[in-house]
């Protein structure tokens, strides 16, 4: 039996668990209706049918879970999605557009599906990240000036600024995290949601998406964007700068990164197909 | 002291021993100049990372200035503070705030990358001025104590896993009988 201290007061009066395969908690995500004339997006909610019971098991709602109208979600089938902080297993809920699914212990989001497509979006993003990729390679960052002297610097100067004044480590991981992480997480994404159906290329895909997990930790493109920013900043006084075309192509990659990679790893596991799941009951 | 199983638990161990690397990098990390500006007709200057915090305010640039100090002077004593207490909440007795703390490592996870920023400032500045002695950047010791900083509090909330919290509390769907 759960520990009382873990139930919420409602559960704790009742004392009654609901079946194993009603254990996530839903919630419906803010719907942008319209901007003002602040320019402040308005938020309406939508409101939670009335017959759906809102009390997730063992967990204390925030308000704010609560108030965007919290409930159970029925299972689709048997494989289990796993809570990647407290270990926590899941059925695989099936969500409606607009619906988040969070841990039934912790209440960590697991799984969205928000009002975009399903995967096709995803890919979208993903192949739109990795087109851009190649200009910020190549086209030029930010142009500086000084007495009549111009300096054109792309995306690999801050490797280049670290490597030839001898910080060969710091170079390396500045290239890691700015650049090699975040176009290979691009291109691993591109590869594992264009081979999913594919499958004889099963084992490779769990194995490349482990990878991109491992490399997802060090890719942050968003921090070199802001350095970048900082840095413009900063030398407004020492030099003259423009910002090229090349900056904004990462800026963007790195946006799409953000995203793509959000999408992909909060939509809940596809349902194993149906010859393997029998060659896994043969295999037993 | 009692302690629990969970602190041999040797992913909380690595977690600590890469905390207190950290801890010990900070020093270095705050006290030494990470770069040195060098311009024509001014005297040239070691900056540290405060000291670059203060010169942006200086300038007028307020809102960065406070960018600068949140991500590379707030965010890392946080998460070293952070991850002190989720390490500490793993030994004695099973913790009453497992949910707390589940939301505590998430958020430290989740600020983590925002450190890197004076790395790549410093990297990006030193790469991009570079006209001899008119205007040069250089980087200095500093900065690598910072990036060290980075990456081993990275590693160490990377190696710690929150599901020592929950050890205690049975997994819901072991609860049918």
Known sequence: MLESRYLSPRLRAKQ?????????????????IGINSRGIAAIRRTKRPRSVPIVGVGVRLTPFERRAGACFCMAADDSLLRCPLCGQSHSTPVLKRGQRALCVRCGTVIAEHDRLGG??????????????????LVLPLVTLEKFGRERVTVLTAGFEGFWTHGFESLGMLVLLCGTLAPFGLLGLLATIILTESNIAFQKWNGRLRRWADAIEYWAMP???????MVAFFKLGDVVNLTVGPGLWCYGATSLF????????????AQPRPPALASAATVAE | MKTRAAFTHSSTLQSALLALAAVVMLVPAYALPVMHLGTFGKPTLDTTILSGVIQLWQDGLAGLAAIVFTASFLVPLLKLAGLTWLLCATVGKPTRHARLLTKVYATIDFIGRWSMLDVFLVAFLSGAVRF???????PRPGVVAFGAVVVL???????FDPRVFWLETKRLDELQD
């Open chain 1, 16 to 32: 009654t668990l609901p079946p194993y395969h009603s254990d996530v908690v839903v919630v419906q995500l803010p719907r942008v």
């Open chain 2, 153 to 159: 509090t990275m590693l160490a909330t990377h190696r």
């Open chain 1, 119 to 136: 995967k096709n979006a995803t890919l979208a993003l993903t192949l739109t990240g990795l087109f851009l990729a190649i200009p910020s």
């Open chain 1, 222 to 228: 968003e921090v070199q964007v802001l350095g970048v």
């Open chain 2, 132 to 138: 001899g002695k008119l205007a040069s950047v250089h």
């Open chain 1, 257 to 268: 990164t953000l995203m793509a990679w959000r999408r992909f790893h909060l939509q809940p």
